[in-house]
């Protein structure tokens, strides 16, 4: 893989943020050439050229980030809940810290009815690639839910090693979970996922666990081998 491949992955604020790093070490640089002919300059300031972001040790840690936003929305949700909730930052901490990679998107073609879905992309060991997969009308405090029970979904995969292909994601939740039936589609579901999607909401809304309960999810899916 390439470092042309990888930073296109990496956080946009880092970007950003790397020339400013990078300008005193420039400026020492340039009042340290010693033939400089500073008598003849004009007195304006130089023109600063942005020099090239080198890699940085720390986004290359073992396959760089494991969460990874296709649109600034999904990005700015995500960070969203990891300021605003717990529950959602302790499943980001989680995913971040495992062998996965997670491609998180609005999908236009998703299914009626579904606010978001998980689906398995491939195993290369030790990675596994998976897909999180939205609703593209969901905004706000319900997005970030969303996300934060799909998040919860990943954590039921990472808590499966063995669940390294499309079927064997669709057979851990026919195990783990129970089935979701409506007029417009089927799939399955758990329990702990819409509990945490449930405290995601409660958190980012500022209420306590002792608050107004939430109405439940909208639908929510494993996306399994049908299409
Ligand atoms: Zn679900």
Known sequence: MGESHFMATI??????????????????????????PSRRLPD????VTPLPAPPVTEWWRNGGPRLRPQSGRVM???????????TFR???DQI?????????????????????????LGDAPPYRYLRVSLNQTLSG???IATIGHELH????????????????LAALYRRIGHGTRTARM?????????????????????????GTPSAPSPGSSIAASRR
Not at 44 to 47: E, K, N
Not at 100 to 117: I, N, Q, S
């Open 11 to 36: 956080a946009n604020s880092a970007i950003r943020r790397l020339p400013m790093l990078l300008l005193p070490m420039f400026v020492a640089a340039l009042e340290a050439q010693p033939h400089l």
């Open 141 to 143: 405090n319900e997005l």
């Open 186 to 210: 089927d799939g399955w579901e758990t329990t702990a996922a819409m509990d945490a999607a449930a405290l995601v909401r409660r958190e980012i809304s500022g209420r306590g666990a002792s």
């Open 76 to 86: 700015a949700a995500i960070e969203a809940g990891i300021a605003r909730s717990a």
């Open 96 to 120: 971040e810290s495992a062998p996965v990679v997670v491609y998180v998107t609005f999908d236009p073609h998703l299914k009626r009815g579904l606010d978001g879905a998980l689906a398995f």
């Open 44 to 47: 304006i300031a130089l023109p």
């Open 153 to 168: 979904h990943v954590a039921e995969v990472l808590a499966h090693p063995d669940v390294r292909s499309e079927a064997a």
């Open 90 to 92: 302790a499943l980001v």
